[in-house]
C-alpha cells in the first residue's frame, strides 16, 4: 500500500511510502483486538474499592430484639447489612485487575488495528517536523492546515520528542506517542492515524 507525504502544510511533497502489508494489510482478528484492548483498560484500574462488611462496623453486638414473639422476622444486632448502617454484604476488596497477554497476540491485535485503519483510509504520512520549544500555537496551525481540527487524532513519531508531546497536551482529541510505544488501544481510539515519515521503517 502506497501513500503520499505531506508536508507540514498539507501539501503534497511528490514522494511516497510503502506500508508494509505484513503490519497494514493482513485480514483483522476482531478478538485479539478485544483482548488487547481489555487488557490495556484493566491495567488502568487502580482496584483500591473496599467497603466495609459487618465484622468492620463500629457499634454495638447486642442483639436487637428477642428471637421470638415480636410478630417480626429475628434481627441480631445493628451491624446486619439488613438494617441501615450495617455493614454491606459481598462488599468490593481491593484486587489487581491485570491480566497476562502474550506477545505474539498483542502483536497480531496492532497489526489488526492498523490493517482497519488502512481499509478505511485513515492514515496520513507527515514529512518529519520538530519544534524549537514547545508551541502550542505552531502545533493547532499545522493540524489546521492539515485539516485535522476536530478529529482524534494519534500522531506516531519514529522516536519520543519532548517538544512535540509538550506542544500537543494541551489541545482536545490530539495524542502523540512513539512507533515503539502505540498500543491498539490508541489506535481504535482515534479518527485519524498520522505517521511521521521516519516512523513508517518501524512498521516492518
Not at 499545522?142 to 482524534?152: E, Q, R, W
Request: charged letters at 25%; glycine letters at 8%.
Amino acid at each position: 500500500m502506497e501513500l503520499a507525504v505531506l508536508n507540514t502544510s498539507g501539501g503534497d511533497t511528490g514522494r511516497k511510502v510503502t506500508l508494509a502489508d505484513s503490519v497494514f494489510g493482513i485480514t483483522p482478528n476482531d478478538h485479539a483486538i478485544y483482548l488487547d484492548v481489555k487488557q490495556y483498560l484493566a491495567n488502568q484500574r487502580q482496584g483500591t474499592h473496599k467497603s466495609k462488611e459487618r465484622a468492620e462496623i463500629s457499634g454495638s453486638s447486642k442483639k436487637l430484639k428477642r428471637q421470638k414473639g415480636t410478630g417480626g422476622a429475628r434481627a441480631g444486632n445493628r451491624k446486619s447489612p439488613t438494617i441501615r448502617g450495617g455493614g454491606r454484604a459481598f462488599g468490593p476488596h481491593p484486587r489487581d485487575y491485570r491480566f497476562k497477554l502474550n506477545k505474539k497476540q498483542k502483536d497480531l491485535a496492532r497489526k489488526s488495528a492498523l490493517s482497519y485503519k488502512a481499509v478505511g483510509a485513515s492514515i496520513s504520512v507527515v514529512e518529519g517536523f520538530n519544534f524549537d520549544k514547545p508551541k502550542t500555537k505552531e502545533f493547532a496551525q499545522m493540524l489546521s492546515k492539515l485539516a485535522l481540527t476536530g478529529k482524534k487524532t494519534l500522531i506516531v513519531l519514529p522516536e519520543d520528542n519532548d517538544n512535540v508531546y509538550l506542544s500537543s497536551r494541551n489541545l482536545q482529541k490530539v495524542s502523540v506517542t512513539s512507533a515503539n510505544r502505540l498500543h491498539t488501544y490508541q489506535i481504535m481510539h482515534a479518527d485519524v492515524l498520522v505517521l511521521s515519515e521516519g516512523s513508517v521503517e518501524k512498521f516492518s
